[in-house]
């Protein structure tokens, strides 16, 4: 009450925004919601598709996007294409992708720092929600693989999803008995900070949407593992692979080759946050909702 918001903005598909979400549903508060209309097939799925139902005014990422609100019953003039604000932090680094910071003295992290001068793998593995109870062993599959490549690997805490506990203690035994020489392990870093060591890597391995969103649009080669995001639209710089090492392997030597893809932009062209600004500055505000259909 002592805000009084013209609108509250909510963004995506993590449990939190579901809360802001409902919230404003009920106090009449016209709801925006960025990056509906996606697919993954997981918990983030239930979650996206439950807030574009309280939404009003719907800004995607992509035409797809577009069309899939639509069709669950939404105005069309309400769904507007704006891009994805995340390629607007990727746009920022084109111009000085530099790494201009040593990650081992910048953020510390777990292991002896490993020798990334001829260059090396970024490895972001999560656990699948609806898979919990085989995120021990997907991991598992994924370590033995980087360790027996022998590549220089900066590898990346999980997010706090189901089955979180099972990756990171199949990450701390591995660590603790395979005792890996060229793997360092990060709990994270600053958004541009991590752009930039993406980046310059010679591969993005696991399951994070950076290898679908930023990655695309900046052209790493990504190995993407599992169906965490499976449905998403990619770009052409993504293979995907399942839970086997043979398989992780053999595609990550094979993005390696390859090296750096054009740019897609699939999901924006780095302008989405003017976009936003701009539709958000005229947009009727309403919070009348009925089916379309």
Request: charged share 20%; with cysteine.
């Amino acid at each position: 009450d002592n805000l009084k918001p013209d609108m509250v903005v909510t963004v995506a598909d993590r449990y939190e925004t579901l809360a802001t979400a409902v919230a404003a549903a009920y106090l009449n508060i016209p709801l925006v919601h960025i990056q509906g209309g996606e697919v993954t097939g997981s918990i983030d799925e239930k979650v996206r598709h439950s807030i574009t139902k309280l939404a009003d005014l719907h800004l995607v990422s992509t035409e797809e996007s577009s069309k899939r609100v639509v069709r669950m019953g939404e105005e069309p003039d309400k769904v507007i294409v704006t891009g994805c604000p995340s390629i607007d932090l990727a746009h920022e680094i084109i111009s000085n992708p530099i790494l201009d910071f040593d990650p081992f003295v910048k953020y510390g992290g777990v292991g002896k720092p490993v020798d990334i001068s001829d260059g090396y793998l970024v490895v972001m593995q999560h656990p699948v929600t609806t898979e919990y109870n085989a995120a021990g062993m997907h991991v598992s599959e994924t370590l033995h693989a980087i360790k027996d490549m022998g590549v220089p690997t900066l590898w990346f805490w999980p997010n706090v999803d189901a089955g979180s506990d099972g990756t990171s203690k199949s990450m701390r035994s591995f660590r603790e008995t395979e005792h890996p020489l060229n793997i360092h392990f990060f709990k994270n870093m600053a958004p541009l900070d991590f752009l930039r060591l993406i980046y310059n890597c010679k591969c993005l391995v696991g399951n994070s949407s950076v290898g679908i969103r930023e990655s695309s649009f900046l052209g790493i080669p990504v190995v993407n593992i599992g169906l965490r995001q499976h449905g998403r639209e990619r770009g052409f710089n993504i293979l995907d692979v399942g839970y086997s090492r043979t398989e992780i392997t053999t595609a990550i030597t094979s993005q390696i080759k390859n090296g750096r893809y054009d740019c897609s932009e699939i999901y924006g062209n780095g302008k989405a946050g003017l976009n936003i600004a701009n539709v958000l500055a005229k947009a009727p505000l309403t919070i009348e909702k009925r089916l379309s259909y």
